[in-house]
């Protein structure tokens, strides 16, 4: 596919249980990433998919189980201190602040970074703000990169609830590469957009993973696009994981055929 290494482990999450009251959403889950792969996870409705993303970025707390990211092991952390730790995530149903410009958007994904520099910057000179206001230039320029990369620039003032679906995903994936993460959680970034939209968002997934050394970790339903990205796949069903490999050891496995000739996928 591409000149990229595939490196060691760099996140790893070891037997995953969440309950919610008497509903199972994941049990006994364990699935690594290695650095720089395109890492799928994929199973029917209410598999668990999105509860697993959601344990790796600390909107869930598993009651068992823990996820080790470079060696860092937690299952109880907030999704602010996951980000700040590299990793970062798109939404099934887009985060994004609908009257507010492309590039005000994609600013609030570097705020992270703008408070802790800027903090930083205080303690360093506390009465300049030249260097304030030199840092806010340079994750303004970063911004305007983003925009470039994903090819929005016609759109940077635009506010985002003015745009196409398929646009927007675009800005939301621009929001989350300006944290510029080690690790991004994709939540069914095809959801909802046409086929031109979804071969130039494959496209953009790729060359972040490729240009950028972004390690991915991706839901997604469409299997063509799955099966075409994927260097490795996980297959849940009712919460469990029952097939774990590459796209054709998991295309021809016959639990997996079984999961979803099971339902109206
Ligand atoms: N906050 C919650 N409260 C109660 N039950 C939940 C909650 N989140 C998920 N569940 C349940 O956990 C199970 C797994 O749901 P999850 O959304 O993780 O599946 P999914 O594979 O992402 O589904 P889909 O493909 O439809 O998005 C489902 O039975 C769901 O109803």
């Known amino acids: 596919m591409s000149k990229r290494q595939i490196g060691?482990?760099?996140?790893?999450?070891?037997?995953?249980?969440?309950?919610?009251?008497?509903?199972?959403?994941?049990?006994?889950?364990?699935?690594?990433?290695?650095?720089?792969?395109?890492?799928?996870?994929?199973?029917?409705?209410?598999?668990?998919?999105?509860?697993?993303?959601?344990?790796?970025?600390?909107?869930?707390?598993?009651?068992?189980?823990?996820?080790?990211f470079r060696g860092r092991s937690f299952n109880q952390l907030s999704s602010r201190d996951v980000a700040q730790m590299g990793i970062a995530r798109t939404f099934q149903n887009l985060a994004l602040f609908k009257g507010m410009s492309v590039i005000d958007n994609i600013m609030t994904g570097r705020n992270l970074r703008i408070r802790s520099s800027l903090l930083s910057q205080a303690f360093r000179n506390p009465f300049g703000l030249g260097g304030a206001q030199r840092e806010e230039e340079k994750h303004r320029e970063f911004v305007?990169?983003?925009?470039?990369?994903?090819?929005?620039?016609?759109?940077?003032?635009?506010?985002?609830?003015?745009?196409?679906?398929?646009?927007?995903?675009?800005?939301?994936?621009?929001?989350?590469?300006?944290?510029?993460?080690?690790?991004?959680?994709?939540?069914?970034?095809?959801?909802?957009?046409?086929?031109?939209?979804?071969?130039?968002?494959?496209?953009?997934?790729?060359d972040v993973n490729d240009e950028f050394g972004t390690t991915i970790v991706l839901i997604e339903h469409d299997m063509g696009v799955v099966m075409d990205i994927s260097d490795r796949v996980v297959v849940l069903d009712y919460g469990r994981k029952i097939a774990d490999g590459t796209p054709d050891?998991?295309?021809?496995?016959?639990?997996?055929?079984?999961?979803?000739?099971?339902t109206t996928h």
Request: proline share 4%.
């Open 8 to 68: 060691d482990v760099i996140l790893d999450v070891r037997h995953i249980s969440l309950r919610f009251g008497g509903v199972k959403a994941l049990t006994d889950i364990s699935l690594d990433v290695r650095e720089h792969e395109v890492r799928s996870i994929i199973g029917p409705n209410g598999a668990g998919k999105s509860s697993m993303l959601n344990c790796i970025n600390g909107v869930y707390i598993p009651q068992e189980g823990s996820i080790n």
């Open 249 to 262: 050891e998991v295309l021809n496995n016959e639990e997996v055929i079984q999961a979803y000739l099971g």
């Open 144 to 206: 305007e990169r983003i925009i470039d990369f994903l090819e929005i620039q016609a759109h940077r003032k635009t506010p985002v609830g003015q745009l196409p679906y398929g646009l927007q995903k675009r800005v939301d994936l621009g929001r989350a590469l300006a944290m510029e993460p080690q690790v991004l959680l994709l939540d069914e970034p095809m959801a909802g957009i046409n086929l031109e939209e979804k071969q130039d968002m494959c496209r953009f997934i790729l």
